[in-house]
């Protein structure tokens, strides 16, 4: 009986923990603007953790700031960048068996992308002792956006309020000097940008025109009156008429020379309901 005897040769690889390095696999971070809120998030693997994260070159956008995150795996970067420019910065990260790597990074934080714009180019004029209400627009920019009259003075008897969205300047009140009176309004956004129109109301003693509006009376039923708004752009109404109106006729004598207005009639339910507004007519007032 024959035997065999087996020779095995048993090799066995021993790779260090770690051996293949940490690598930094965020190739590029995203671009920002002035006052925007910004993030981003560059992530590292292999090696072994803890990480040790450093801005090595470089500096990051003003406003800005690095935190490395709880696993170590990750610097994030986040902040309200305040200044327009192109930042380079250079990260490296250190894995706990030595591993290094690192990369380039370049950032740019333009300005907001546009200016705020006064939107509203003229104002509607008013009579002495009857009620007077214009807007004045703005767009564009960021906001919250910041008002002031920035010279002459309103008509005596209206003032200046700003709701809470900001984008506008509501005049309202009741004039009570006839004159003509000119003033600037500025806007200035929260990027900075500023944007001013100056404009010229006419308060006159007395209304010398009036408007005569009629309308085809609403084929329902239930319909018991209607109501008459007036805008001076074609976009905010105002209701005009104390009370409902029972026929389709109205005569407006509250108008301002040299202003245009746009009317427009709804109907009202036994129920309150109104109905959407008709299409609008404009009145030139000469």
């Known amino acids: ?4 005897l087996l020779s095995l040769l048993l090799v066995v690889f021993v790779f260090p923990y770690g051996a293949f ?12 603007t002035v006052k925007t ?3 981003a998030v ?4 292999n090696g072994c953790t803890p990480y040790k994260w450093t801005i090595v070159s470089g500096a990051l956008p003003a406003g800005l700031t690095a935190k490395v995150s709880t696993t170590t795996t990750s610097l994030n970067l986040a902040g309200t960048p305040t200044t327009a420019a192109t930042y380079s910065f250079a990260v490296k990260v250190i894995g706990c068996g030595g591993g290094v790597s690192q990369l380039l990074y370049r950032v740019v934080i333009q300005a907001p992308a546009s200016g705020v714009t006064i939107t509203t180019s003229s104002l509607p004029n008013g ?3 009857t009620a007077y209400s214009a807007v004045i627009k703005a767009s564009n920019g960021c906001t919250p956006y910041k008002w002031a009259i920035a010279s002459g003075a309103l008509p005596a008897g209206v003032t200046a309020t700003m709701p809470s969205t900001t984008t506008s300047l509501n005049l309202a009140g009741t004039p009570t000097t006839a004159a003509t009176y000119s003033f600037a309004a500025k806007v200035t956004g929260c990027g900075g940008g500023v944007s001013q129109v100056a404009y010229k109301v ?20 239930d319909v018991v009156g209607y109501n008459v708004y007036r805008s001076p752009d074609g ?18 004598s509250s108008v301002a020379n040299r202003t245009t207005y ?25």
């Open 1 to 4: 009986m024959k035997t065999w």
């Open 21 to 32: 390095g940490v690598t930094i696999t965020t190739t590029s971070v995203p671009n920002g």
């Open 37 to 39: 809120a910004y993030s």
């Open 42 to 45: 560059i992530k590292a693997s």
């Open 127 to 129: 009579t002495v002792k």
């Open 202 to 221: 006419t308060i006159q003693p007395t209304a010398n025109h009036i408007v005569d509006l009629n309308w085809k009376a609403s084929t329902s039923v």
């Open 235 to 252: 976009a905010t109404w105002k209701k005009i008429n104390v009370s409902l109106i029972g026929s389709t006729l109205y005569t407006d």
């Open 262 to 286: 746009y009317y427009a009639a709804a109907a009202v339910d036994v129920y309150g309901h109104e109905s959407s507004k008709s299409t609008a007519v404009k009145a030139i007032i000469p």
